[in-house]
């Protein structure tokens, strides 16, 4: 066996935290986050082990990942959706109608045919079909603000695949991780799950349903003109970090159409901008420590702010698919 095949073996088997140490993978590469879709809570690639770099800081880094790993509460990795979703994904798909241009003929297509790869043809005159998908704009309802750091990873590749296409709600990640990370990361989660996973880029126009992801370092804020919600790069701020800034934005305009929610991370970031999400009645929870690498993000905001609740990561995708615009959170 490689150690993907043993890592899925331990974790079908002994529910164990496991860190995965590769001579093969980087961090930040697709394969690295397939060690964390499939049951890891840490990646460490050999590269970063090089001796230059110092016995001392070697071992001070080792035995933080070990220590942080030792409090995580393992979980059986769950494939199957519909414990999620009740069924959502499993939902049989539609049989489509395209009319020919050619004698405009309306041409019945089964779901098994569109996956086919051979043209599809007019049953009348037997023209090649051109079956064009148009995506239709979707409005942002309400939006859910998301804090991650070191271990964050984790929490949504838990959590974001297992949310059905139509999920209402929009999530907006801001991530304490380099902008190459971002990059890498927001595609390959895209690739895993049914909503559409995007960089979030200045001058973006937020769309309903979708899932933005940002860097610290990026420093975004949103503004609204009209029913537009616009990504734009703001100024720092002392004594404010990246997703203050995010939640203290967003919240203004969505007030209680926006909630926040606060992963695994190791920065002292959000107690801020979680007081103003309250303030204009948005909802707030932090993930609970158990299902954390690293705790100091959460301990940090419940400390400086009261927030509405302690949730895992079941709860997470019950509150991304249940809260909306003009109810708020439903229980």
Same mark, same amino acid.
């Given at each position: 066996?490689?150690?993907?095949?043993?890592?899925?073996?331990?974790?079908?088997?002994? $529910?164990? %935290?496991?860190?995965?140490?590769?001579?093969?993978?980087?961090?930040?590469?697709?394969?690295? $986050?397939?060690?964390?879709?499939?049951?890891?809570?840490?990646?460490?690639?050999? /590269?970063?082990?090089? %001796?230059?770099?110092?016995?001392?800081?070697?071992?001070?880094?080792?035995?933080?990942?070990?220590?942080?790993?030792?409090?995580?509460?393992?979980?059986?990795?769950?494939?199957?959706?519909?414990?999620?979703?009740?069924?959502?994904?499993?939902?049989?798909?539609?049989?489509?109608?395209?009319?020919?241009?050619?004698?405009?003929?309306?041409?019945?297509?089964?779901?098994?045919?569109?996956?086919?790869?051979?043209?599809?043809?007019?049953?009348?005159?037997?023209?090649?079909?051109?079956?064009?998908?148009?995506?239709?704009?979707?409005?942002?309802?309400?939006?859910?603000?998301?804090?991650?750091?070191?271990? +964050?990873?984790?929490?949504?590749?838990?959590?974001?695949?297992?949310?059905?296409?139509?999920?209402?709600?929009?999530?907006?990640?801001?991530?304490?991780?380099?902008?190459?990370?971002?990059?890498? $990361?927001?595609?390959?989660?895209?690739?895993?799950?049914?909503?559409?996973?995007?960089?979030?880029?200045?001058?973006?126009?937020?769309?309903?349903?979708?899932?933005?992801?940002?860097?610290?370092?990026?420093?975004?804020?949103?503004?609204?003109?009209?029913?537009?919600?616009?990504?734009?790069?703001?100024? %720092?701020?002392? +004594?404010?970090?990246?997703?203050?800034?995010? $939640?203290?934005?967003?919240?203004?305009?969505?007030?209680?159409?926006?909630?926040?929610?606060?992963?695994?991370?190791?920065?002292?970031?959000?107690?801020?901008?979680?007081?103003?999400?309250?303030?204009?009645?948005?909802?707030?929870?932090?993930?609970?420590?158990?299902?954390?690498?690293?705790?100091?993000?959460?301990?940090?905001?419940?400390?400086?702010?009261?927030? /509405?609740?302690?949730?895992?990561?079941?709860?997470?995708?019950?509150?991304?698919?249940?809260?909306?615009?003009?109810? +708020?959170?439903?229980?």
């Amino acid at each position: 066996m490689d150690g993907m095949d043993t890592l899925k073996k331990v974790m079908e088997e002994e $529910f164990v %935290p496991v860190i995965m140490v590769s001579s093969l993978s980087r961090e930040g590469s697709a394969r690295s $986050f397939d060690t964390l879709k499939n049951g890891a809570v840490d990646f460490l690639g050999k /590269d970063s082990l090089h %001796p230059k770099r110092g016995v001392e800081l070697l071992k001070k880094e080792l035995l933080y990942r070990i220590i942080c790993a030792s409090k995580v509460k393992a979980k059986k990795q769950v494939d199957d959706q519909s414990d999620y979703n009740s069924g959502i994904a499993n939902e049989p798909r539609q049989k489509r109608v395209i009319s020919c241009e050619e004698c405009g003929t309306r041409n019945v297509i089964e779901p098994d045919t569109e996956n086919d790869s051979s043209e599809l043809i007019c049953n009348q005159c037997g023209d090649r079909l051109e079956a064009i998908v148009i995506s239709k704009y979707r409005r942002v309802s309400s939006i859910g603000v998301i804090g991650a750091g070191r271990g +964050g990873s984790v929490n949504l590749l838990t959590i974001v695949p297992r949310l059905p296409k139509e999920a209402s709600t929009t999530l907006i990640v801001v991530m304490h991780e380099a902008t190459d990370y971002i990059e890498s $990361f927001s595609r390959y989660l895209n690739s895993v799950s049914n909503i559409k996973v995007m960089r979030l880029q200045e001058g973006m126009n937020i769309e309903g349903g979708n899932c933005y992801i940002a860097s610290y370092q990026d420093n975004f804020s949103m503004v609204s003109h009209s029913t537009n919600f616009t990504i734009r790069k703001s100024e %720092p701020v002392t +004594g404010y970090g990246a997703l203050d800034l995010m $939640f203290d934005s967003i919240s203004s305009i969505m007030k209680n159409r926006m909630f926040a929610l606060v992963l695994s991370g190791n920065q002292l970031d959000g107690d801020k901008g979680i007081q103003q999400v309250r303030k204009n009645q948005g909802y707030s929870a932090v993930l609970n420590a158990a299902s954390c690498l690293c705790k100091e993000l959460g301990e940090n905001i419940l400390k400086k702010s009261a927030i /509405d609740r302690i949730v895992d990561e079941h709860n997470c995708i019950q509150l991304l698919n249940t809260y909306h615009d003009s109810n +708020g959170l439903q229980q």
